[in-house]
């Protein structure tokens, strides 16, 4: 199967050397070619280059015109927790009137709300709601996501999260990875026993986790009221021993030293950084570990944004996810994280571009596959209505100006969700 895609205006993140990722100075371009053509066979991108340099002679199973379109590789969403049941939308009215997202957890709400909802909705129950999410992101034009457990809290609960998302994966041509959050609230009735509840995670749920090969990532809620740096180190050393690489929500909240353990662990990412020091920065300077900022659980929850510009500055990469979750950010748009970045964050469209494709990938270990127009990587493209210049995707905030997505060299077309 080949297909050409022709005479596109602008086609985005072309990179002809592998990068991994990008960093500082480095994220303020993004490489583009004008007039281009890009050829797929099969699940990959094979070929692009000026129209000029169009191959002649060359049968093709499909053509699209992209003139006046502009095409990008896929977002790359390397946090999210769509596997979840039923909503809170009555906790966003709590907030509307005055409690703060702490008070509402206090009060048995939040993740304890959610994880309560959980375990009373069956297995396919559950697959249904989720995928009607994935399909929804899909369409939005991401093509890579990770997706977390953490609102079973009981090892029944976290394996049928777990199992859910390995049916979405098999189900589904978007690129999939599952993360292990057993570490996300501890259960009421663990309130005063912290380390029975540790103590059930490191015993039980993660060697049945592993047994099943459910997991490719560990994470842990690591904040003030929920779990200590020595409880979070503690739980990704033992995660790691079953072959899962860490990657943690720290500093949403409150700096208590989370960035430093994790560095310390190898977390492949460090994710929210709404509360980032200085110690924090010089930590991240020297490390393999990514950066991830949501920008759109500051929007919702109106708390502070992760300051990009103060990392990017000092020489951090920097990638952008969603952070679709049922209490801090109902929405998996990747076009509007994009948008949060520019607007609130202060980041140049080149630099949220990157964050969110090449630096997006290498937070959940797809950059080899994800998040540039490279030849052998994945084509999963996002093929936007016609426009000025890319400036527009983000400038336009809440219009869809995607026109088409690809994922692995196939057009997505679903129903419409009901
Ligand atoms: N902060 C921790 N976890 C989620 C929200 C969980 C919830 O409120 O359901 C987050 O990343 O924002
Ligand atoms: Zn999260």
Redesign the pocket.
């Known amino acids: 199967m080949k297909l050409l895609i022709k005479n596109i205006k602008e086609l985005l993140q072309i990179r002809e050397q592998h990068v991994d990722k990008l960093a500082g100075e480095q994220m303020k371009t993004l490489p583009k070619l004008e007039n281009a053509y890009l050829i797929v066979k099969d699940e990959d991108i094979i070929d692009y280059g000026p129209m000029a340099d169009l191959p002649q002679n060359v049968v093709f199973d499909q053509i699209i015109d992209a003139t006046g379109k502009t095409v990008l590789p896929s977002w790359v969403d390397s946090?999210t927790?769509i596997v979840y049941a039923g909503n809170?939308e009555l906790e966003f009215v709590d907030r509307i009137n005055g409690l703060s997202?702490e008070e509402i957890f206090n009060r048995g709400g939040?993740?304890l709300n959610?994880a309560k909802k959980l375990q009373e909705t069956s297995e396919e129950d559950l697959y249904n709601q989720s995928k009607k999410r994935l399909e929804e992101i899909i369409q939005l034009g991401t093509g890579a996501v990770e997706i977390k457990s953490?609102?079973g809290l009981t090892l029944e609960s976290e394996l049928k999260m777990l199992r859910v998302i390995k049916k979405l994966k098999e189900n589904y041509p978007i690129e999939i990875r599952a993360t292990f959050l057993g570490a996300?609230a501890f259960p009421a009735e663990y309130k005063e026993n912290h380390q029975g509840y540790i103590d059930l995670m490191i015993n039980e749920m993660i060697p049945a986790i592993a047994k099943e090969k459910l997991a490719d990532f560990i994470d842990a809620?690591l904040?003030t009221g929920y779990f200590s740096p020595e409880e979070t180190e503690k739980i990704i050393q033992v995660g790691k021993e079953y072959g899962m690489v860490a990657k943690v929500?720290v500093n949403?909240f409150t700096a208590i030293g989370g960035i430093k353990t994790c560095v310390e662990n190898n977390a492949l990412s460090v994710?929210?950084l709404e509360i980032v020091t200085d110690e924090d920065i010089a930590i991240l300077k020297d490390s393999k570990t990514m950066p991830v900022a949501?920008p759109t659980?500051s929007f919702f929850i109106s708390i502070p944004y992760t300051p990009a510009r103060k990392m990017i500055d000092a020489g951090l990469p920097l990638a952008l996810a969603s952070?679709s979750?049922?209490?801090?950010?109902p929405s998996g748009n990747m076009n509007f994280v994009v948008s949060t970045a520019c607007i609130k964050m202060k980041m140049t469209p080149e630099e949220a571009i990157n964050a969110a494709t090449i630096n997006g990938a290498y937070a959940m270990g797809v950059e080899r596959d994800y998040g540039s127009i490279t030849k052998g990587k994945k084509a999963s493209l996002i093929i936007t209505k016609p426009l000025n210049s890319f400036y527009e995707l983000p400038y336009a905030f809440g219009s869809n100006l995607i026109d088409q997505v690809i994922l692995k060299g196939k057009t997505q077309l679903f129903k419409q969700n009901n």
């Open positions: 946090h927790h809170r997202y939040g993740i959610s953490g609102y996300h809620f904040e929500h949403q994710d929210h949501l659980c952070d979750n049922p209490g801090t950010t």
